[in-house]
Every structure is written in structure tokens, then in C-alpha cells.
């Protein structure tokens, strides 16, 4: 092998060698949750569990009840969202930040209103965008999808309930549960 391509391959190597290590310490920094983790959305005060998905780019939220309407010339909507465990009912307004189009497993599409909502998971406040949709068949009130959790997570497909909700509220004390 000439002189010439031996280099080639060896700055090849201490580059990749670079890239890959760059990127490990980069998740280092991220936590390792599990596919199901308690949440906790501050205002209303509501925990739930959440479903973890990196295949769900948006995250969605169970909410009935939409109402949208026009105030000051922006979109809004009312929605109810109920805890499972108690039966209360939370009514919630939100100003609507877009619509999307979700194409469901049955290949049928539905638009779904989005908002932005603080959730509480693993000691992150997140203020993410959410649509909102009847999840009643589903077990899960809450799925928090890839662009909620890119920036801090790594999920552990064989793992749940790796963390805990409680976050520092804007007052100074504890959020969540």
C-alpha cells in the first residue's frame, strides 16, 4: 500500500474516531428514560403516565370537548382533559399554534389542533407543542414524541418508570407530585 493512502486511511480513522466520541459524550449528557414515565402538566396540576415514542415526531395529549374559537384576531381552543385515576375533569384553554394532518395506522388522516404545553417529566420543564385528541382507546393519557424529548432523553425500550416528574416551579417550590 503507497505512503499516500495509508495517511488517507489513518486521518480517516482519527476523524471517525473523533465523530463517534463526540457524539457519545453528547449522550452522556442525555437521561435514559423508560418507555412509560410519570408526568405531570403544572397548570392544571394533572399527573398522568406518558407513553415515550421516538417513532411520533409531535407529542399528543387526550383531550375532549374542542372547542376552537377567534379572540383578538389569534386561534384558540377549549378542551377538557380528565385524570384517569380520579375521574376530575380539567378545562383548559390554550391559544392554537397550528393544525396538523396525522395519517393513522388504518392509512385514515385526521387534523388535529396543536397548543404548547409545560409538561413536567424527569425533572425537565418542557414547553412543548402537543396536539390534541380523543387517546381514550389508548392506555396512555399522554405521548411525548421526538421533538419534546430530542434535546434530553434517550429512551430504554425495556425499561419504565426510570424517573420521577418533579421539577422547580416558577414560585420556587416543587412541581409535580
Known amino acids: 500500500m503507497k505512503r499516500s ?7 480517516s480513522a482519527v476523524f471517525m474516531l473523533t465523530l463517534t ?3 457519545w ?7 435514559i428514560l423508560g418507555w412509560i414515565e410519570n408526568a405531570y402538566l403544572p397548570d392544571p396540576g394533572l399527573a398522568l403516565k406518558a407513553k415515550l415514542d ?8 387526550d383531550a375532549r370537548v374542542l372547542k376552537k374559537f377567534r379572540k383578538a384576531g389569534k386561534r384558540w381552543v377549549r378542551f377538557a382533559v380528565t385524570s384517569r385515576d380520579s375521574g376530575e375533569e380539567f378545562v383548559m384553554v390554550r391559544e392554537r399554534v397550528r393544525t396538523i394532518g ?18 413536567c417529566i424527569a425533572g425537565q420543564l418542557l414547553k412543548t407543542e402537543v396536539s390534541l385528541i380523543d387517546r381514550s382507546e389508548f392506555n396512555y393519557a399522554l405521548l411525548l414524541g421526538r421533538s419534546a424529548l430530542a ?24 412541581a409535580g407530585p
Open 5 to 11: 493512502n495509508k495517511i488517507i486511511i489513518a486521518i
Open 21 to 23: 466520541t463526540s457524539a
Open 25 to 31: 459524550s453528547d449522550s452522556l449528557d442525555l437521561q
Open 54 to 61: 421516538s417513532g411520533a415526531e409531535t407529542s399528543s395529549l
Open 102 to 119: 396525522v395519517v393513522q395506522h388504518d392509512g385514515s388522516r385526521q387534523t388535529r389542533p396543536v397548543v404548547v404545553l409545560e409538561i
Open 151 to 174: 434535546s434530553f432523553a434517550l429512551i430504554d425500550a425495556g425499561s419504565t418508570f426510570l424517573s420521577q416528574p418533579n421539577c422547580d416551579s416558577p414560585e420556587g417550590g416543587e
